[in-house]
């Protein structure tokens, strides 16, 4: 514990001998103040100047929040007040190329453009009802008037389609927080988004990257584009709206510090894991962690409705997975599938149709007819194991198909068997950010996933150069 805490804390000495006397007596005010004697950085390791923090600022020497896949949402300055407007909305968005999901968000991006802020701003939000139905604005976690926390009949009436509201208040907090909706069911259609608050005076050991990421999940049935807020089922799993391989990686340059900001609303609690590394917890949806309290992990289970922030110093360069670690959220379009799996005399309990296998049944949910769905029981239909016919590796595949054996010796011993969810899209989600990725790695890549890249300098600029070259819309230039 010792030694990692001393490897958490590498850095601050840097920034102590870098800032000098005036700003190490200052960090003493801090809320989480460093250790009166803080370890002194490893020999063999220079010290990272403060000048290192890469991409734009958004406070002296404070990395701006990097959203991957989400823009930032725009502000105006009006009698010292940052003005945000927030149309709400029905979004086309797409969470693989070719998977078109019509859900809800904010100013055309789901999840909604990312809030970032700055304790002390006093904020204003006029927010649009665009959608068919009343909607409330929450501001989760954050220390509001009463009248503007969004909870409709209780502090506000709803705002009518067609309307809208106005809610202005002070940040008086630091952290990661989101808004979302507060009506019924329409989380579920992704109404949710980053609000982040950066202190004023920043948290130590500064990290040198930032980064912001929305869990979500959806149940959307195979050839329907509308998700299911009902369903307790879920079969596409994103963050920040987009599914593996479709995430763009999170890309930082071998010794940097990096934070990744996790904010979670969906109906699963998501154990986050990253490979390569070991991290500490320094923030949770209540703000800032103190510096004596972290302990070293490599997964976070980030709850329904919680934050977490995660920092760890990206010392192992190569590629590696951000992700769900839940088995079933590390895949897409997890349904039932269609043919003679899901018809009768296969070998799993079977739902017999797509809607069964999404949980949407008729009857009694607890009746029998209801069991055999997908993920609901082993118990009836279990009898009906058999071996599977229309695998395209499998032996009986290929024998019922009036062929040879396929190539898989022991294809057909265990039902089921192959699963084959293997699928490389390589081309289709090309794009700089996966510049020099191996061959096939989007195979591996799915659902709740990204990929860390931790990057040898040359590596990196040479990305940040092909994104240069790139007009924001992706179409190079
Ligand atoms: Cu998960």
């Known amino acids: 514990m010792q030694s990692s805490r001393r490897h958490f804390l590498r850095g601050v000495a840097t920034v102590v001998g870098t800032a000098g006397a005036a700003r190490a007596s200052a960090q003493h005010e801090h809320p989480t103040p460093a250790p009166p004697q803080p370890p002194r950085a490893p020999a063999g390791r220079p010290p990272t100047p403060i000048e290192a923090i890469g991409g734009p600022q958004i406070l002296p020497g ?8 989400v823009p930032k949402m725009p502000w105006r300055l009006e009698n010292g007040v940052k003005v945000f407007d927030i149309a709400v909305e029905h979004v086309r968005t797409e969470f693989i190329p070719g ?24 904020v204003r939000f ?44 002070t940040l ?44 979500q999940e959806w149940a959307i049935l195979p050839n329907n584009t509308v998700p299911n ?22 890309l930082v340059k071998r010794g940097e510090r990096v934070r990744i900001r996790i904010v979670n609303l969906g109906m699963d609690h998501h154990p986050m894991h ?30 329904v409705a919680q934050a977490r922030d995660i920092e760890f110093v990206a010392d192992n360069p190569g590629d590696w997975h951000f992700h769900c670690h839940l088995p079933h959220h590390m895949m897409n379009q997890m349904a039932s599938m269609v043919g003679p799996l899901m018809m009768s005399h296969a070998n799993m309990p079977r739902p017999g149709t797509a809607e069964a296998g999404m949980g949407i049944h008729e009857g009694a949910a607890l009746g029998s007819a209801a069991s055999p769905a997908f993920g609901r029981t082993i118990g009836l ?9 229309n695998m395209p590796m499998s032996a009986v595949a290929g024998a019922a198909q009036g062929g040879p054996p396929s190539g898989m010796p022991n294809a057909g011993m265990f039902p089921g068997y192959p699963q084959d969810m293997f699928m490389v899209m390589d081309d289709l989600v090309t ?47």
């Open 126 to 169: 006029v927010v649009e009802n665009r959608l068919p139905e009343p909607f409330s604005m929450h501001w989760h976690g954050l220390e509001v008037p009463n009248d503007m926390d969004g909870m409709p009949g209780i502090s506000q009436d709803a705002i009518p389609p067609g309307g809208s509201f106005t809610y202005e208040f």
């Open 431 to 477: 794009k700089p950010e996966t510049y020099g990725l191996r061959r096939g790695w989007s195979g591996g890549t799915m659902g709740m996933m990204t990929i860390v890249r931790v990057l040898d300098p040359e590596l990196f600029d040479k990305i940040q150069a092909l994104k240069a070259a790139q007009g924001a819309d992706g179409v190079p230039r």
């Open 172 to 215: 008086r907090q630091n952290g990661t927080f989101f808004y979302h909706s507060h009506m019924a069911m329409q989380e579920m259609m992704g109404l949710i988004g980053l609000f982040i608050i950066h202190p004023q005076r920043p948290h130590t050991p500064r990290v040198d990257r930032d980064f912001g990421i929305v869990l």
């Open 381 to 389: 239909g279990a009898e009906t194991d058999r071996l599977v016919a």
């Open 229 to 250: 807020s009902l369903a307790m089922e879920f079969n596409w799993l994103t963050m920040n709206g987009k599914a593996g391989p479709a995430t763009t990686p999170i």
């Open 62 to 69: 404070v990395a701006e929040v990097i959203t991957p896949d």
């Open 99 to 122: 998977r078109v999901v019509d859900a809800w968000g904010f100013n055309g991006s789901v999840p909604g453009p990312a809030i970032e802020v700055v304790e002390g701003d006093r």
């Open 274 to 303: 990253l490979h390569g590394h070991q991290f500490y917890v320094t923030g949770s949806e209540g703000g800032r962690i103190r510096t004596t309290a972290v302990e070293p992990a490599n997964t976070v289970l980030v709850g």
